[in-house]
């Protein structure tokens, strides 16, 4: 069935990769981005996939205050929102300037948790929609090397995990993707194992097949189930020793 | 510093890996960096996307325009043709030229000039380029074509990434009734057979030939001989093809989950495959296939490459002149068997005429063969070229990691032109180079 989706971060390579397999599904698409030329050039792209609806809009997720408005305005009735915004950046940097933690923070979690808030309570009171929300499976557990960024992931995976909980009377659904290593610009420059790393359009597929399966929590690769197990359940004692 | 390989898996660098998604993130790259390549979709075999630093393109990969009365399609460089073809097979179009993977990007296809099945008729992909728009060095965009700049249109195509990073292509692409491909299939017993085939197969869009490099004496150049033409709907005589007769490929792919120390492909295997490809064709056949059978049967694993381990393996692709004796060709394929180095994968085809400064083709025959990667293979190749060169032949660049700068001057006529132009670009200040053109001392 014909859905209206709202992709917030569309130019992110997840978010690019989601909107084409959107168009190649005939869906109508709402981008919302923060950088015009590349939603500009992104919404051309989808004109020539597909004869649906597209439509973009400028959003900029740490502008909290203009959320409410730019969701009233917008022109279709939403019954999809995946939400691909994210920002990595390594401990060692954050532990110096509070600043770029805080950055950290706001873009992976407080502000995503304003705009969401706003989506949460028209779909209730529509009695229907679903909310896709990109975390991570940093946010299982804290890693020395990044662990502002695991703690902002472990906030939005409770916060989704409680927001699933509010919203299940109301027939909205909130699922939460974990996409676990992914060739993307925040891994640029990392030395990731290719058997583990997926593709953006692996995150896509893993999207639409978790919507049509009913899953709430789903990782892109499911080796990423049973590593994130293992690492989990490493005893607190064991774990401080480790190194990685 | 990231690992980088290309599809022969040999050399393996450590490499500075920058990516964008807009120009000026591109220019800014450019002007920092020395010495640096594009890479797509790491396709080529041997070492022409190598280098120290290297641009990858695959982010900047949108579609810009479509004009669907003259099926003019522009878009950035970094698009791979499998994505192309899932937007416009459904809308009845299809890529002009295509090798035998649909996993390159469209900029890797412009510099290498890639060929495919239809070289005979169609001639290489830069025949049907419109327009191209380039990043030079020096950070200026040129617009190239037939027609405008045709001198650095010619240093492009083929070019092998040295004059610029190619930032856009205008093409066109082909009408098409269906996605599918009526194909005829015949095992000869002999190259002449094999040849003859060729020669009289003029009105069908496609022709190659695969060959058995197994079998030996008077079996020699034995194999299947295959042609095709896309199908129209009225050939399409089943029901699922007639509801759906723009299906595109399916998206699963196999992948080999890892990189084996130990080839999964030895000698008594590739024999194996080889014979029992030759005996299942056994008879004359006309079938209807989809295009991704009779394309792009590899692609089913993503990385069919990692079958031969972690030595990789390397493909001898020449092309020798039409009228070159098929002894030549006899010879060629003897000493091959007399080299214990197995050839897994033999590939022939026909060019038809091609005038272009420096991409590969010339109206003739192209050999392409698949070695595992083998202590002897330089010795075996030195013995090849030699006979390539004398007999007024080429290797493919992007296939190649062993040809001498000197091969590279005899064989490729307007070598020391190219050479000249690529190092006078930019007031000779020209940043582009990758392990090859220094191999073969362009840079």
Redesign the interface.
């Known amino acids: 069935m014909k859905k209206n989706i709202l992709i917030l971060g569309a130019t992110s390579?997840m978010g690019r990769s989601f909107a084409r397999e959107c168009a190649?599904r005939g869906h109508n698409i709402i981008l919302a981005a923060r950088n015009n030329?590349?939603l500009s050039?992104?919404h051309?792209?989808l004109e020539?996939?597909t004869n649906a609806h597209i439509q973009s809009f400028r959003f900029d997720v740490l502008d909290t205050d203009s959320h409410k408005l730019f969701y009233e305005s917008l022109p279709l009735k939403i019954d999809l929102v995946v939400c691909f915004i994210g920002y990595l950046e390594e401990s060692s940097k954050c532990k110096k300037n509070f600043n770029i933690a805080k950055t950290v923070f706001d873009i992976n979690f407080s502000c995503v948790v304003s705009i969401l808030d706003i989506i949460a309570n028209d779909f209730e009171d529509r009695k229907d929609g679903i909310i896709i929300a990109i975390s991570s499976t940093a946010g299982d557990r804290g890693r020395a090397s990044r662990y502002h960024y695991c703690s902002a992931k472990a906030a939005l995976n409770t916060y989704l995990s409680g927001l699933r909980n509010r919203l299940f009377p109301s027939n909205v659904r909130v699922i939460t993707i974990k996409p676990g290593y992914c060739n993307t610009?925040m891994t640029?420059?990392m030395?990731l194992p290719s058997?583990l790393t997926s593709e953006p359009e692996d995150v896509s597929r893993s999207i639409f097949n978790a919507i049509n399966s009913g899953k709430d929590i789903s990782y892109v690769y499911k080796i990423w189930k049973w590593i994130m197990l293992i690492i989990q359940i490493i005893p607190e004692i064991i774990f401080k020793r480790l190194k990685i | 510093m990231q690992k980088l390989e290309n599809w022969g898996r040999n050399p393996i660098i450590k490499s500075n890996v920058l990516n964008f998604e807009n120009i000026d993130e591109l220019k800014d790259h450019i002007s920092k960096q020395a010495d640096l390549i594009p890479y797509g979709n790491g396709r080529s075999y041997g070492d022409a996307s190598l280098q120290d630093t290297v641009i990858k393109t695959r982010r900047f990969n949108s579609l810009i325009s479509f004009d669907d009365e003259k099926g003019m399609l522009h878009c950035q460089s970094g698009i791979l043709i499998e994505e192309i073809l899932s937007v416009f097979v459904p809308k009845g179009w299809f890529i002009p030229v295509t090798p035998g993977t649909k996993f390159i990007t469209i900029g890797g296809a412009v510099a290498a000039d890639v060929h495919g099945k239809n070289h005979h008729l169609d001639g290489s992909f830069s025949n049907h380029i419109y327009e191209l728009e380039v990043m030079k060095t020096d950070g200026s965009i040129i617009k190239c074509s037939k027609e405008n700049n045709r001198d650095f249109f010619d240093l492009t195509v083929g070019g092998m990434g040295l004059s610029g990073i190619i930032l856009s292509v205008k093409f066109f692409l082909r009408r098409i009734e269906t996605s599918y491909i009526i194909q005829k299939k015949k095992k000869l017993n002999s190259l002449d057979a094999i040849m003859d085939q060729f020669e009289s197969s003029d009105d069908w869009n496609y022709s190659v030939a695969w060959i058995n490099g197994f079998s030996k004496n008077l079996k020699l150049g034995q194999g299947i001989f295959l042609k095709g033409k896309h199908a129209l709907k009225n050939d399409l005589n089943r029901d699922f093809q007639r509801n759906n007769p723009y299906k595109i490929h399916n998206k699963f792919r196999f992948k080999i989950p890892f990189d084996n120390k130990i080839k999964l492909l030895n000698s008594f295997f590739g024999k194996l495959f080889n014979f029992i490809y030759l005996n299942i064709n056994n008879k004359q056949s006309l079938t209807l296939v989809h295009y991704d059978q009779f394309f792009y049967p590899l692609d089913k694993i993503s990385n069919w490459n990692y079958l031969y381990g972690k030595k990789g393996f390397s493909q001898y692709q020449f092309v020798l002149p039409f009228g070159t004796s098929r002894n030549v060709f006899k010879k060629i394929f003897k000493i091959i068997n007399d080299s214990k180095i197995p050839p897994y994968l033999i590939v022939l085809k026909l060019f038809g005429e091609q005038k272009s400064f420096i991409s590969f083709p010339i109206k003739g025959y192209t050999v392409a063969i698949d070695f595992p990667n083998h202590k002897n293979i330089s010795s075996l190749f030195n013995i090849l070229d030699k006979i390539i060169t004398n007999n007024g032949g080429r290797l493919y660049l992007a296939k190649d990691k062993y040809m001498s700068s000197d091969m590279f001057e005899k064989t490729y006529s307007n070598a020391a032109d190219f050479k000249n132009s690529i190092s006078n670009l930019n007031n000779g200040k020209n940043k582009l180079s990758s392990l090859l053109s220094n191999r073969l001392k362009i840079t």
């Open positions: 390579d190649f030329d590349l050039t992104l051309k792209d020539i996939r610009k640029d420059g030395k058997f």
